[in-house]
């Protein structure tokens, strides 16, 4: 095999020149930023594009509508340009006669406070930034990512610095200049992580005080684990730095994104805690997930979403392994290197199974369709239920539990999904190599991990049926299974009040119904979303009668008189006291769940 550096120079084509890229963000809080760009050019038609299908957000958002002031010039003169006629994100212009170089400008106006920006446009304060430079380029239609080269130059408010994985050198590919985002601030500090295998991670924070940018003991150690933790679980890593960007504010909206050598991550100051208490769980996931990316969904990435161009439609098949198994990894890491105590993640288990009971939508849809439909869905379910939404990321995370588990029964646990992990993620760090796979490809690495179960078929059952119910095996194969009964926690409280969902068949959010069981006694009587609960039995309705009420007729039928809408009136006989769902230790099997998040020996 001849590699290609050894060839003789001539024998190869010149690169073409880069296209010089200018980003001057020195007014970027005042919520615009300056673009400048110089392409080399030949005479005659040429269409530059916008991009469109931004990596990680698998939909077509590329936010061209922030773009104003735009213009083209040559030799010093202007250049006439007209949007393409049938997709708004071409420029099509022609390059005057001698000339070489072509100059594009224009400003990017973002969107205030919308959390896109973060993901894919510019968000600033008055003392920080996130700058995505994908939202500021254009370049030649059909270009290649990995095959045009760009020389980017940023510019910064004074005194600011930055924060990127964007490499130093003179020219860089389009693909990862796009993959780099850069956080900037008057207030940025760097933490080194060490890791054994020798490979650089760096934590970058900005935030609005040099305090504020110095994350406590706590968060660093977390942050230490994770990097060790990944190596354990991954067995390789596929970059040769890794810069995890977190900006602590309260003045953008909290997102995060993947990227194959960084993670954007925006958080409330204080909101990944101290380590004494319970952070939130999407604050306490968001590190941790967005970086089980680098590997799922960056390095080894669906081949329906490894686009050549930043146009070319993508198709979005796989997400529930994309987003399911990241979202799986990403609590396991998560649990694993501390930021969130196990007890709750098994309470937020719980909640996860309970909220995914009776929808509707997947009478209809499997989890393959919300694949191939994201586009369309994403962030947009309803209360009707009846279209699914982020259940790619909730109802796959607890079948790739079930796939964990499972492999650890089938094997004496000897196994787990930890040893698909090495094989499916591992291999050779060639730094940022993207290795697209198939479902195929999937399921025989599953098999090659633990033979004897038909893993095609497991994928086909569990990705392309229709099942209205949350699933449970893998809780169950986990040692945990639901039960339904009495709750005493305190720290549940709330949802005794507002949970009727297994004894009456809704959810209230005070008085109101905000969930209506298929099949309840609240369905059969009528009752739906939006009706607001005044009486019972005769009495000014409250949560707390009606709790009362039903904790009585444990042994006897109990005659509950609601009336609906200051109107009508429903009635139920009930017997079987307070029904809520807890996870319970089934002594039968072996305690896997314990195994999983905590990775004992
Ligand atoms: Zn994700």
């Known amino acids: 095999m001849v590699f290609p550096a050894l060839l003789a120079p001539a024998l190869l084509a010149p690169a073409p020149p880069a296209i010089r890229l200018t980003i001057d963000a020195r007014e970027v809080s005042k919520q615009v930023v300056h673009v400048t760009l110089r392409f080399p050019v030949t005479p005659g038609p040429l269409t530059l594009e916008y991009p469109k299908w931004i990596p990680g957000m698998h939909e077509p958002v590329g936010p061209v509508q922030n773009l104003v002031r735009l213009g083209f010039a040559a030799n010093g003169k202007p250049v006439a340009w007209r949007r393409d006629g049938y997709d708004a994100y071409g420029f099509q212009l022609t390059v005057p006669a001698g000339v070489k170089e072509l100059e594009a400008h224009f400003d ?10 973060i993901a894919y446009g510019v968000a600033a304060t008055g003392t920080l930034a996130v700058i995505n430079p994908s939202a500021l380029l254009l370049a030649p239609r059909g270009s290649a990512l990995t095959k045009t080269a760009f020389a980017p130059t940023v510019l910064l408010p004074e005194r600011w610095q930055k924060a990127t994985s964007l490499p130093t ?8 200049l796009m993959d780099s985002p850069i956080f900037a601030g008057e207030h ?10 020798g490979v650089p991670h760096t ?19 977390c942050m230490q684990k994770l990097v060790t933790e990944s190596a354990a679980l991954f067995g390789a890593r596929h970059y040769d730095k890794f810069t995890f960007l977190l900006a602590l504010t309260s003045g953008l909206p909290q997102y995060g994104l993947e990227h194959h050598e960084s993670t954007v991550n925006v958080l409330r100051p204080n909101a990944l805690g101290d380590g004494s208490g319970t952070p939130g769980q999407w604050n306490a996931n968001l590190l941790p997930h967005e970086y089980v990316h680098s590997w799922n969904g960056k390095h080894r990435r669906p081949y329906g979403l490894a686009g050549k161009t930043f146009n070319q439609p993508l198709s979005t098949d796989l997400l529930w392994v994309y987003e399911g198994m990241t979202e799986y990894l990403g609590e396991v890491l998560m649990t694993r290197c501390g930021f969130y105590p196990f007890e709750a993640e098994r309470e937020h288990l719980r909640q996860t199974l309970v909220s995914l009971d009776g929808r509707g939508a997947r009478t209809w849809q499997s989890l393959r369709d919300a694949a191939l439909a994201f586009p369309l869905i994403t962030n947009k379910g309803d209360s009707t239920r009846l279209r699914l939404s982020n259940d790619i990321y909730y109802e796959s995370m607890l079948h790739w539990l079930e796939a964990d588990a499972l492999i650890r029964q089938k094997s004496n646990e000897k196994l787990s999904l930890d040893d698909f992990c090495r094989r499916f993620f591992g291999g050779v ?3 940022p190599e993207v290795r697209p796979y198939t479902e195929a490809e999937l399921a025989a690495t599953l098999t090659a991990t633990l033979p004897g179960v038909d893993w ?4 086909h059952q569990r ?3 229709l099942e209205p119910q949350a699933p449970r095996t893998g809780l169950e194969l986990a040692g945990w299974p639901e039960h339904l009964g009495e709750l005493s926690e305190p720290r549940r409280e709330q949802e005794t009040l507002t949970d009727f969902r297994f004894s009456l068949g809704f959810r209230l959010a005070g008085a109101r119904i905000t969930r209506v069981e298929p099949s309840s006694f609240a369905a059969q009587a009528g009752l739906v979303v939006g009706n607001q609960l005044t009486l019972l039995n005769g009495k000014p309705f409250s949560n707390q009668a009606l709790r009362e009420a039903i904790r009585g007729s444990k042994t006897q039928a109990t005659r509950l008189v609601l009336q609906v809408d200051s109107a009508r009136e429903v009635a139920f006989d009930y017997l079987g006291g307070e029904r809520l769902s807890v996870l319970e230790r089934a002594g039968s099997t072996p305690d896997r769940l314990s195994l999983i998040f905590l990775r004992k020996k």
């Open 108 to 117: 990017y106006l973002p969107r205030p406070n919308d959390s896109d920006e």
């Open 188 to 197: 940025l500090k760097r933490f080194e992580l060490p890791s054994p295998d």
């Open 169 to 176: 050198t003179p020219t860089v590919s389009l693909e990862r």
């Open 203 to 221: 934590l970058a924070v900005v935030a609005d005080t040099d305090e504020v940018a110095t994350p406590n003991a706590h968060v660093l150690a």
């Open 429 to 431: 760090n060639r730094g």
């Open 456 to 459: 095609t078929a497991w994928l």
């Open 463 to 465: 990705f392309d049926s």
